[in-house]
Nanobody
Framework: QVQVVESGGGSVQTGGSVNLSCIAS????????MGWFRQAPGKDSEGVAV????????FYADSAKDRFTISRNSDNSATYLQMNSLKPEDTDMYYC??????????????WGQGTQVTVSS
């Protein structure tokens, strides 16, 4: 089993930055992917960014490209999402997730409780 806990959300103004952190614990050696997702009330979650733990290869949603950067630590027990040039439409609950096997944004097994990011105009 793996547990993931996010932190770092908050309120910023348009153009500001937020850095989200996610700490994984438990059987982290089994993890092949870590990622970030977002979800608005009443809507399905959508992928934001994914990183493959072995290769470091990353994938981003179109809305995140050139503004967000996903990274991981050396033992793959943590992942981070640096969010720059934030827009009001980036306002959402952001969730960290981890997977033993994934294909881009599919296959995630373990989810955190979420951290709110609010961008004001």
């Amino acid at each position: 089993q793996v547990q993931v806990v996010e932190s770092g959300g908050g309120s910023v103004q348009t153009g500001g930055s937020v850095n989200l952190s996610c700490i994984a614990s438990g059987d982290t050696d089994s993890l092949k992917c870590m990622g970030w997702f977002r979800q608005a009330p009443g809507k399905d979650s959508e992928g934001v960014a994914v990183i493959y733990t072995a290769s470091g290869q990353t994938f981003y949603a179109d809305s995140a490209k050139d503004r967000f950067t996903i990274s991981r630590n050396s033992d793959n027990s943590a992942t981070y999402l640096q969010m720059n040039s934030l827009k009001p439409e980036d306002t959402d609950m952001y969730y960290c997730a981890a997977a033993r096997s994934c294909f881009i944004f599919r296959g995630f097994d373990y989810w955190g409780q979420g951290t709110q990011v609010t961008v004001s105009s």
